[in-house]
């Protein structure tokens, strides 16, 4: 019966995740006009709302980037970026036990063997846990099915937790940097200064050296 629960639940978990989105007003609530709504109203708990709406939009699979670019805009490139930072770290780090507590073990029965790819990513993420998922953050910042695909693999949370927290920061810091620089600009003009093309540059930059190195990455894992 033990057995039975645990699937069910997660089934139960995720349909009310799709539910809540396709039933509910949520996005006016994550708009910009919501989100600053709801954090002037609360004041001095305003940071504390705007990082449990970063967890909700995990759960509810909504551009993570944008809520992001919110926080970089109503509290500043800094404060919006630790914000973001925690609200991004906590959601998928919930949605990966939440997947793994309930699902991992069904999934992985039912899949077991019937794809190479799949396999191979298991193996690569149970050996080089740390690494790929470092690389794959750099690569896909948030995107919502790699916290659901890598919770059902045998990857060590540790290594999970550490990579998604380092991996996810330039990410964060340059949407902040960014969205805060737009709203700080008087004229269409302001923008294509230094100041704006610089985080810019930085994360094309980031994105391509971290293709790079996943690429090498992967290479050499199949070399093995």
Known sequence: MYKIIK????LLLIGS????????????????????????SLGALGPLAFIGL??????????????????????GGVKGCIYGWIGALAGSTSTFLCVRYFMRDTV?????????RLDALDSRLAEQGFQTVLMLRLVLFMA????????????KFPHYFAASALGIIPGVAVTCYSANTIARAKSLVDVFTLEFALP?????TLVLGSTLATRRLLGSRQET
């Not at 919502?144 to 990857?155: D, E, G, Q, S, V």
């Not at 810019?200 to 094309?204: A, H, P, R, Y």
Request: charged share 10%.
């Open 144 to 155: 919502p099915p790699l916290n659901w695909l890598i919770a059902l693999t045998r990857i």
């Open 54 to 75: 970063c967890i909700a939009g995990v759960f509810l699979h909504m551009p993570e980037f944008v809520l992001i670019a919110v926080g970089g805009v109503l509290f």
């Open 108 to 116: 992985q029965k039912s899949l077991d063997g019937k794809f190479k």
């Open 17 to 40: 995740a799709i539910w809540a989105y396709t039933t509910c007003d949520v996005t006016g609530l994550f708009s910009l006009d919501g989100i600053t709504a709801l954090v002037n």
């Open 200 to 204: 810019f540059f930085l994360l094309v």
């Open 7 to 10: 699937p069910l639940t997660g």
